[in-house]
């Protein structure tokens, strides 16, 4: 089960979830089940990092946007498989933030920090780093 799973079971549940720094914190009307909360407990740092994010309950959609990704690079740019998917690894960085302005002298360092964020966020939700992904940044996958 994935940090989105867990965290639709807990929806599901009834139960409604909220970070505070690091912590989750729980609301629920009734006493949650237990299985619920050892799921909650087993993925809280994918749980916060979805929440964090923004992107909550959305694993399922960024895995899916890796496939379409990966699937167009191969077939119609004829990449090979491994290639297809650096490339959609790549656009699912890309997408993950979205666009900002810096100044051009910030931007080498601000943006190797935000791809090993993404990076983080990604693997933690389940989108798995492809092995020969270009590595721009140092270990970025160790991020």
């Known amino acids: 089960m994935s940090a989105a799973e867990a965290l639709k079971a807990a929806r599901t549940a009834g139960i409604e979830i909220r970070l505070d720094d690091d912590d989750l914190v729980l609301e629920a009307s009734s006493a949650p089940p237990a299985a619920v909360l050892d799921l909650l407990s087993r993925h809280k740092p994918g749980i916060a990092v979805l929440l964090r994010s923004g992107r909550d309950g959305s694993a ?70 492809p092995a020969e992904f270009p590595d721009d940044f140092g270990k970025i996958g160790d991020a």
């Not at 297809?84 to 601000?110: K, M």
């Open 60 to 129: 399922e959609d960024w895995q899916v946007f890796f496939d379409e990704r990966a699937g167009i690079a191969e077939f119609d740019g004829d990449l090979s498989r491994t290639q297809a998917e650096a490339h959609a690894f790549a656009c699912c960085i890309a997408d993950w933030h979205g666009q900002t302005v810096l100044h051009s002298r910030c931007r080498p360092d601000w943006r190797a920090g935000r791809i090993a964020e993404a990076v983080a966020a990604l693997m933690a939700i389940g989108v798995a780093m």
